[in-house]
């Protein structure tokens, strides 16, 4: 997949009988013409390079930085040097939940926009003055999560809602065609099985109940 865009294109148009998003369905893409079921919950980590000395921003401070009125990490504790703002491309669910949660939709002055979390870490990873988001399940030791306004970014933080960044991850599929298609239904009734939540958390996400 190319990003949460094409999940409600290829139900529609009949290419895919369940489509993936990791953020709601927009208003614009008809959610009435779809079923629609949260099957889990991500958190979004902000990361940098682990050389990086600064550990802990506040939600206005990375809102800051995302739009440009921060541009040195001097200015946050850390050491001299230009911040490489990195984010996800237009299509990216990851990037509309960033966006939204920190109230820079259509302000962010991105240096690169990147189309999948791989490249978003590689690039932190190689560049010190990086900072970045992606899925905290995608979070290794090659990059560093920052705490969000002196919380951690961890499941239990997220499910206590202390962490506030975090957004759904949902799947959908035409109008009751999960009551009407046998496939389907039997798909949705193992995702909210104690088998399919294993395998969700597996994936370092939280599960959700159904609906």
Do not use: H, M
Request: charged share 25%; net charge negative; hydrophobic share 35%.
């Amino acid at each position: 997949g190319n990003g949460s865009g094409e999940g409600p294109t290829a139900v529609a148009d009949g290419t895919a009988q369940i489509g993936d998003l990791s953020r709601n369905v927009k208003d614009e893409e008809n959610p009435d013409s779809f079923d629609i079921y949260q099957i889990a919950i991500d958190g979004i980590a902000v990361v940098v390079n682990p050389e990086n000395p600064v550990g802990d921003l506040t939600k206005e401070q990375i809102a800051q930085i995302y739009t440009g009125e921060i541009t040195n990490w001097k200015d946050l504790g850390g050491n001299d040097g230009t911040i490489s703002v990195i984010g996800r491309d237009a299509q990216s669910g990851t990037r509309d939940g960033f966006e939204s949660i920190f109230g820079v939709k259509e302000k962010c002055k991105y240096a690169a926009e990147l189309g999948a979390t791989g490249d978003v870490v590689t690039s932190v990873a190689s560049d010190p003055n990086g900072i970045g988001y992606i899925s905290l399940g995608s979070v290794n030791d090659k990059i560093k999560a920052l705490k969000v306004g002196g919380v951690e970014a961890n499941d239990e933080n997220i499910i206590n809602g202390s962490y506030v960044v975090s957004r759904p991850f949902v799947q959908i599929c035409k109008k009751g065609a999960s009551e009407s298609d046998e496939l389907i239904k039997a798909w949705f009734d193992f995702v909210y099985s104690d088998e399919g939540k294993a395998v969700i958390e597996e994936c370092k996400l939280i599960p959700a109940e159904r609906p």
